[in-house]
């Protein structure tokens, strides 16, 4: 993929050098219709180049990790269909740690030379550092040439404030993950596992406590990762933005694995929802549902497929697939409804901005995307539909909490309490960063003393409340499947 991106890129750059040179010298002579016709026959060519190269990286993705899940898929229907003895190989494939999140850095990377907003990196070393740069290369974040590449190249001496700096983040990354995430795992598993016998509202618990797992996982990891970057000098894109207190799933989302987002938006939903057959449609559904509803249209369109892919890159199973239309249905509706809810709030008085419905939209927002865990909690997407129907036939069925299975499973009653001090944690530092507040320039201006109690105190923490061992997966991330 490497290989692919960087001469797609050189060869995209060329094309462009090449139409601009043919510009520059004919100048003047040239009218005006003529100059824009050499400018498209240049684009033209540049996207025919580019879409090549984005072909071929994401045939490399789609066959490693979806073949198959696809083959599997239409093995099924064609057995339904009566036609029997898999025509579909099964092949034993290996995935490559991190293809999704490189594939997605490869196709940017081209993009933006097309573009024109970055020009095509000659060095191949330097590049082939850019596309393997190891801290973000198994999880994200998922950077953008314009902001790494350089930061890698230019040279870097030793600093002990970024030594420090990314050493707390580090630290902190570990306590997530070691001391929140993988405790909260072994409830989670336990639930997930034996799912077929529970009921009632113990699946949404354990959907919320996976909901804090996988934050404190990912986000750990993150930390992980720039605070290892950050001690080189090297700063990456923050991907997390205090989730929890987003008052719409479409604000969640922006919050949320900020890079993936943003990549989405960048090279997926403006492209299409900008192009000419998405205009096109707007013009036409303007006639058909009328100018409010007709103009969003597009929009919309766009935002399913982009969510629709957002479940499909997370993981080769219908679940994945699932839980993206899951989150595209609330975020479709809450734009076509944005009129209807202004005007509700009007008519009953509520003031728009006001603490108590920012609170209840948080809560709202809480309790749709802990649903939309029931999707990735699971082992299936059949598995997913049952849990989902045990807890809406049977809400009020609290019985877990006297069945001991609090604390089953290797968990006590001190992993509990952990557990709640962790997330304690967890939500103020949480809430000191939605307020602007930096915690880690806050330590830097203490008496020296203080900073290394501050360190060693995280260090203690660490290694007497942190999960080791293989039973516990400790080395395991979420995210690496992905």
Not at 154 to 165: A, P, S, V
Not at 225 to 251: C, D, H, K, W
Not at 252 to 270: E, I, N, P, Q, S
Not at 386 to 398: E, I, P, V, Y
Request: positive net charge.
């Amino acid at each position: 993929m490497t290989a692919v991106s960087y001469l797609i890129g050189l060869w995209i750059q060329r094309v462009n050098d090449k139409g601009a040179e043919v510009l520059k010298s004919e100048g003047v002579a040239l009218s005006k219709e003529a100059r824009k016709e050499k400018k498209n026959a240049v684009k033209k060519a540049s996207r025919r180049i580019l879409a090549l190269g984005v072909l071929a990286v994401l045939s490399c993705l789609l066959f490693l990790k979806y073949y198959n899940f696809l083959g599997g898929s239409l093995n099924h229907l064609l057995n339904l269909l009566g036609v029997h003895g898999n025509p579909v190989p099964h092949l034993g494939l290996l995935v490559p740690l991190g293809i999704s999140f490189y594939t997605l850095q490869a196709i940017s990377y081209m993009t933006d030379v097309y573009r024109e907003k970055i020009r095509a990196d000659r060095n191949p070393f330097r590049f082939m550092l850019y596309m393997s740069f190891f801290p973000q290369i198994i999880q994200g974040p998922i950077p953008r040439h314009s902001d790494l590449a350089h930061q890698l190249y230019e040279g870097h001496r030793f600093d002990y404030r970024n030594l420090c700096f990314g050493t707390q983040l580090i630290l902190f990354g570990m306590i997530k993950k070691l001391v929140i995430a993988d405790r909260l795992a072994v409830f989670v598993q336990t639930v997930s596992g034996g799912y077929k016998s529970l009921n009632g509202a113990v699946f949404f618990f354990a959907a919320v406590l996976y909901g804090f797992q996988v934050y404190a996982d990912f986000s750990g990891g993150m930390d992980i990762a720039r605070g290892v970057a950050e001690t080189m000098g090297i700063r990456l894109s923050p991907n997390f933005n205090q989730p929890y207190f987003a008052t719409s799933v479409e604000n969640f989302w922006r919050r949320w694995h900020m890079t993936l987002g943003a990549w989405m938006k960048d090279y997926v939903f403006y492209p299409l929802s900008l192009s000419k057959a998405f205009t096109k449609l707007g013009r036409g559904s303007r006639i058909v549902f009328g100018p409010n509803v007709g103009k969003k249209i597009p929009s919309l369109l766009a935002m399913f497929i982009v969510f629709l892919l957002v479940g499909f890159w997370h993981g080769s199973s219908w679940k994945y697939v699932a839980f993206g239309l899951w989150n595209s249905l609330f975020i479709m509706s809450g734009i076509l409804l944005q009129n209807f809810y202004q005007r509700t709030r009007q008519k009953l008085g509520i003031r728009e901005g006001s603490v108590l419905l920012n609170v209840f939209r948080m809560i709202r927002t809480f309790v749709i995307v802990t649903i939309g865990r029931f999707f990735t909690i699971s082992g299936s997407l059949m598995a997913a539909l049952s849990m989902l129907k045990r807890f809406l036939t049977r809400f009020w069925d609290f019985s877990f909490l006297g069945s001991g299975m609090l604390v089953k499973n290797g968990l006590r009653t001190a992993d509990w309490i952990v557990i709640l001090c962790g997330l304690i944690l967890l939500f103020t530092v949480d809430v000191l960063h939605e307020k602007k507040i930096g915690i880690r320039m806050a330590i830097a201006k203490r008496h020296i003393a203080i900073r290394w109690v501050v360190y060693l105190a995280a260090i203690v923490l660490l290694v007497l409340f942190g999960l080791y061992g293989q039973a516990n997966s400790a080395s395991a991330f979420i995210y690496e499947q992905f």
